[in-house]
């Protein structure tokens, strides 16, 4: 079993930032690909980023590019969020797979851990 905990939620303005961090525990030497995923109000879980278990490859969805950066030391994954929209207001989760076959996949249903979330709310 795996143990994912996410913090650094919290409010902001538009043009923002926040870091939110993901620390995995448990069978914490098994997580290989770590995915940001995040769900607005009344939406699906939908995916914002990705990272191979040595950090040398990433995945962004193509609406955060240039204003997200996910990376990682070890079994604590990070997202600097910066330039912050208020279409970014989500709760954020992170998730893991317990293997690494090269990809870094944008499903859900291909992560086998989760975290609880932790809210981002952007005002305008």
């Known amino acids: 079993q795996v143990q994912l905990a996410e913090s650094g939620g919290g409010a902001v303005q538009a043009g923002g930032s926040l870091r939110l961090t993901c620390v995995a525990s448990?069978?914490?030497?098994?997580?290989?690909?770590v995915g940001w995923f995040r769900q607005a109000p009344g939406k699906g879980r939908d995916f914002v980023a990705a990272?191979?278990?040595?950090?040398?490859s990433t995945y962004y969805v193509e609406s955060v590019k240039g204003r997200f950066t996910i990376s990682r030391d070890e079994n604590t994954v990070y997202l600097q969020m910066n330039n912050l929209e208020p279409e970014d207001t989500a709760v954020y989760f992170c998730?893991?797979?317990?293997?690494?076959?090269?990809?870094?996949?944008?499903?859900?249903?291909?992560?086998?851990?989760w975290g609880q979330g932790t809210q981002v709310t952007v005002s305008s």
């Open positions: 448990g069978r914490s030497s098994t997580t290989y690909t």
């Open positions: 990272i191979s278990w040595s950090g040398v």
């Open positions: 998730a893991s797979r317990t293997y690494y076959d090269g990809s870094l996949p944008t499903a859900e249903y291909k992560y086998d851990y």
